[in-house]
């Protein structure tokens, strides 16, 4: 079956073109320079751009896949969670082409499709661990079977892609910043400066980086002489380094450690790692290197499937399309739809 995959959730506009078990096309149109001035996301300005662009990247999706619109068989299309108003615009487009062309639409959970991105690459075996750390979402689930999760844990506050944002804006990095911290924590050394790692008492399995955040606010002004809601501070390459290398690791601990601890606990060997900041090289050598001396596997999608696309959501929805399922014209996005 023939399925295109289109993902609007956030500031990606993205399309798929999936056939069977082979992924076609997969085209992603970023919005980081919309936003990147304002330093975060602007949620009007993410809907009023992918109404522009949502066609454009149909079509490109489309004629990389070498096939035209009356070839696909069915649609699968983010329904949330995500930005109310970038959602509509994914969801309209599917509706319209479903309408029209008399084929089958299926809404899809952000999340599943993070879940399972991993299976477009390789098979895996259920149960897993998997560790889902995006700029909007930083949890802890396990996955029984396909459309069976189960939910250990989750952030109390920021996500972790958040952090190493706020982080990188503080250090006047620009936006997103959780690359340039990768790249930047390269020549730097990870135990130059001890910030704290967060544990939440009482459920081990949930997050915090708020508290970080802070951390590193008040490094800056004592060492430095950071003044809060000023220009960042001018600092040489090598103390840079050092604070993106230190901050980074923070936040790999505070990952990695309930990540491990609850497939440990739980007794099923395989953790699976998706969302943008799975792209972050320490996080990923870190789950692989650690998970190797438990007796475990670590898996992490290569970075164009951990960071938001449509051939996961095409994939998740694949699945339900083949089971002849299908949602009715009158779906609703839904903005912050549980998995
Ligand atoms: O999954 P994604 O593309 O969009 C959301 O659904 O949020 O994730 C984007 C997030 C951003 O916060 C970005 O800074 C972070 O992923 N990110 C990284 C890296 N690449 C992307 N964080 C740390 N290290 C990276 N290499
Ligand atoms: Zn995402």
């Known amino acids: 079956m023939i399925v295109l995959g289109i993902e609007t959730s956030c500031d990606d506009t993205a399309a798929a073109v999936l056939d069977g078990p082979r992924l076609l096309s997969s085209i992603v149109s970023s919005q980081d320079a919309v936003h990147g001035p304002y330093g975060g996301i602007v949620p009007e300005l993410a809907s009023r751009h992918h109404l522009v662009n949502v066609l454009a990247v149909l079509h490109a999706a489309l004629e990389q896949a070498g096939i035209g619109i009356d070839a ?9 969670p995500g930005l109310i108003g970038s959602l509509l615009v994914g969801l309209s487009t599917a509706k319209g082409i479903a309408f029209r062309r008399g084929i089958p639409m299926v809404g899809v959970n952000h999340l599943e499709g993070h879940l399972l991105a991993i299976f477009l690459e390789r098979e895996i075996e259920f149960p897993y661990v998997a560790l889902l750390v995006s700029g909007g979402h930083t949890s802890l689930h396990l996955a029984e079977g396909p459309g069976r999760y189960r939910r250990l844990g989750a952030t109390r506050d920021d996500a972790a892609g958040e952090a190493f944002d ?174």
């Open 166 to 339: 706020k982080a990188a804006k503080m250090l006047g990095l620009g936006f997103p910043g959780g690359r340039v911290i990768d790249r930047l924590a390269r020549d730097g050394d990870r135990t130059a400066i001890r910030f704290p790692r967060a544990v939440v008492r009482g459920a081990k399995y949930d997050f915090s980086f708020s508290g970080l955040k802070t951390a590193l606010r008040e490094f800056l002004r004592r060492e430095h002489g950071f003044a809060a809601g000023a220009q960042a501070p001018s600092l040489s390459a090598s103390a840079l380094g050092d604070i993106a290398a230190s901050f980074q690791e923070a936040v790999v601990d505070m990952l990695a450690v309930p990540a491990l601890a609850a497939a440990d606990e739980l007794g099923v060997p395989r953790i699976v790692v998706s969302g943008g900041v799975s792209a972050n090289s320490r996080l990923r050598g870190r789950l692989h290197d650690d998970a190797r001396r438990l007796g475990m596997a670590a898996y992490v999608p290569s970075p164009k499937l951990c960071t938001d696309n449509a051939a996961m959501i095409a994939y998740a929805g694949a699945r339900r399309l083949a089971n002849r399922e299908r949602d009715p014209l009158t779906l609703n996005a839904v903005a912050s739809l549980p998995l």
């Open 72 to 80: 696909v068989e069915g649609i699968a299309v983010t329904r949330g």
